[in-house]
């Protein structure tokens, strides 16, 4: 059971290890059922399905270990579309790897999985309950102990929960032994591929010479902002050469939709905001005459802000209050008052102010006997004892406690909804002066309490707040529903709906390169619906109307092409490939221009109309160079600085803020020693994080990966 408690005390930092884990644990040979040829399918990796039911169960089986590592109960929205997209991604990764693994022969055998157990040294381990309690490090006869005492329990003779709790313990272990088994699969494929990656001496000093040799250069330059767009024509086979020629950089490896969406978010109407103002005139009213019972009270009016009978710090009541809270006399009332940042209306009283701790040390006595009777007679006894003298660590042991004593920061329970005993007991710590003792009755039970030391002495409000949000009426909401749904059925195309959004109120949004493995449109919640009808629908028609968002939110959906996988066309890239056209035509007449001017110097360059001149000093051959004139990142500076005599003017250079001349007036070198073997290990390791990353992608290229989640999450 201790064991047991480590590791969920352990929670956030196993939640690194689960991230890590996570690519072998979702296709580990026991946790998955492959049925390849189910007709629902949620994708396929290499020519095997992946069935709808068996990547719920992984989502279902990662999310228990997400929630049992990190202590949480359950996931947001968002947590939950994160963890979907890690399950996939996982499979399809882990997938892939095992197919190139079973080409090259490579394996991790049980023998190599103990190796690594034995040494203790693997990061997952760290994360593990099995540690030294000494040393804090992996302890693999503690691990080995907790096997045997697995395999030899009798499960008959022990508490059901026990032994829930050992095969919790067992099922954990297992996760991580299967994950250290693939995670050194994966390692040794890509140790294969990284390790032959190699420098040599060459490229070891080059490289030491780009980082160490610095340039200080004068530049002049022609932007390609001096010359006006429109006097420069761009033709269709001006865009078709381009297109040609950057083709490769407009591969796309899955289908994507472009559509046009209108949504349209309902607020509060003119008339929901006076009848809320009118409420809150009469609550507020109501409030100043009320002298008691301010929890029943504030609940009856719908606040947003509970109220709890406790002093509290102003880090726990809302911001808005806490800024007008000096303005107004204990006793008083203030507002309506509209707080913009929450859309609230609000009103508060001032109730009292006190100084009190901010931290509580305490210490208790937990008294419960056979009926409720000889439970507070034994109370009283305790509580009689301790006011008599009697040493309350004795006493607490006496009845099978410790009566240690614990701080309690106002932080734990200020802003928390306390009432009742929870209340009460909180209550009376913040009431009790130092070394007093107090006999609380709670429920079926007492606590002898004693307060041991109070610190942090804070100013502290009791204040009743009145929270209401500005919300639509559902009269505001079908209104709005019946204008959107009418203006959907006199615009079914999506050319009426360009034509006619605007002149009926609405914003016409476009989303280009609409991916399936999105979970909604817009950001916004609640749209998967309609993401599943924009790769149903044919071009040029409109959806339906969705609701969406936390009920507030209205949408329809126009198709406005489908973009296969492969290559995007060029009517899709044509505005990106008319920007750079028009660089380049720019730059050709700007060094047409520098060569009928005949500039021979920098000075003459200066003169050149449009011209603009800077200074660039410390430039490296290693790092691209800012020039402020320009305003852009100029690799091309840092190579011809690099390359250029001292004192020479290079020729004209097309950039990409424009076409320039430079002029190094000075170089020197970092004082740095030079050696071979560590520059050429860097280099080497740079090589191996740059094609680790490029693996998968590469495998995935070559995967015929199909991703069809979108049909059913």
Not at 135 to 154: E, H, I, P, W
């Amino acid at each position: 059971m201790a064991t047991l408690q480590k590791i969920r005390s352990k929670g956030p930092l196993l939640v690194g290890a689960v991230g890590l884990a996570l690519f072998a644990f979702i296709a580990g040979d026991a946790w998955r059922v492959l049925q390849p040829h189910q007709s629902q399918d949620v994708g396929e990796v290499g020519g095997e399905s992946l069935s709808a039911r068996d990547y719920q169960a992984m989502v279902e089986e990662y999310t228990e270990v997400v929630k049992y590592s990190s202590g949480l109960t359950a996931l947001t929205d968002e947590q939950a579309n994160r963890l979907q997209d890690d399950v996939w991604r996982t499979y399809v990764e882990n997938k892939l790897i095992e197919a190139e693994a079973e080409k090259l022969g490579l394996k991790v055998t049980n023998a190599e999985l103990q190796s690594i157990i034995d040494a203790g040294t693997h990061p997952l381990l760290r994360q593990t309950p099995f540690s030294n309690p000494q040393t804090g490090t992996f302890d693999a006869d503690a691990l080995k102990k907790f096997l045997v005492d697995y395999s030899n329990m009798n499960r008959a003779q022990m508490p059901a929960q026990l032994v829930e709790n050992y095969d919790e313990m067992y099922r954990y272990w297992a996760f991580i032994e299967r994950t250290l088994k693939q995670m050194r699969l994966q390692e040794k494929y890509q140790a294969l591929i990284t390790k032959s990656l190699l420098s040599n001496p060459v490229e070891a000093q080059h490289t030491f010479d780009a980082r160490v040799n610095q340039t200080d250069v004068l530049l002049t330059a022609v932007p390609y902002s001096s010359i006006p767009d429109t006097t420069v024509s761009v033709s269709d086979s001006d865009l078709q050469a381009a297109y040609n020629k950057k083709k490769e950089q407009f591969k796309q490896p899955v289908e994507v939709r472009n559509i046009r969406y209108i949504d349209v978010q309902v607020t509060a109407s003119e008339e929901d905001k006076a009848a809320l103002r009118a409420e809150m005139d009469e609550y507020t009213a109501q409030l100043s005459k009320t002298t008691g019972d301010y929890a029943s009270f504030i609940r009856s009016t719908g606040s947003d802000y509970p109220y709890v009978d406790l002093y509290c710090s102003t880090r726990a009541l809302p911001g808005d209050v806490v800024s007008r809270l000096d303005s107004v006399a204990v006793g008083d009332v203030f507002g309506p008052y509209y707080n913009v940042t929450d859309n609230t209306l609000n009103s508060f009283k001032r109730l009292g102010e006190a100084m009190l701790p901010d931290s509580i040390e305490y210490r208790q006595i937990q008294v419960m006997a056979s009926d409720l009777s000889k439970t507070r007679t034994l109370a009283d006894s305790i509580y009689n004892a301790l006011k008599g003298g009697a040493d309350f660590t004795a006493l607490a042991e006496k009845y099978n406690q410790k009566g240690d004593k614990v701080w309690l920061a106002s932080a734990a329970y200020e802003g928390a909804q306390l009432d009742g005993d929870n209340l009460k007991y909180v209550q009376t710590l913040n009431n009790l002066k130092t070394n007093e003792i107090e006999n609380v009755s709670l429920g079926q039970f007492n606590i002898v309490v004693q307060v041991t030391n109070r610190k942090a002495m804070t100013e502290k409000h009791k204040v009743a707040v009145i929270k209401r949000p500005i919300e639509f009426s559902k009269e505001t909401y079908s209104k709005a529903y019946n204008q959107f749904s009418q203006f959907i059925a006199a615009n079914n195309t999506l050319e009426k709906m360009e034509a006619n959004a605007e002149e009926a109120g609405y914003r016409l949004y476009p989303k280009d390169n609409l991916a399936s493995s999105e979970h909604g449109i817009g950001g916004i919640r609640g749209t998967k619906d309609a993401l599943r009808w924009a790769f149903d629908a044919k071009v040029g028609e409109v959806s339906g109307l969705y609701e969406c968002g936390e009920s507030d939110h209205m949408m329809v959906v126009g198709l406005a092409a489908v973009v296969p996988e492969g290559y995007r066309p060029l009517s899709m890239v044509k505005d990106q490939l008319r920007r750079e056209v028009l660089r380049d035509k720019k730059a050709e007449k700007i060094m047409a221009d520098m060569q009928a001017a005949g500039a021979t110097s920098l000075e003459q360059y200066r003169n050149l109309s449009g011209a603009v001149s800077d200074s660039v000093k410390h430039v490296t051959f290693s790092a691209s160079a800012y020039v402020p004139a320009l305003r852009t990142s100029e690799p091309l500076v840092s190579a011809y600085a690099d390359g250029t005599e001292l004192n020479k003017l290079s020729a004209p250079v097309k950039g990409n803020g424009g076409v320039f001349v430079l002029q190094p007036y000075a170089k020197d070198k970092l004082n740095s020693s030079y050696n071979a073997e560590v520059e050429e290990t860097s280099i080497a390791t740079r090589y191996e994080r740059m094609v680790g990353n490029m693996i998968i992608n590469d495998l995935y290229d070559k995967g015929e990966v199909k991703d069809m989640r979108y049909l059913f999450f």
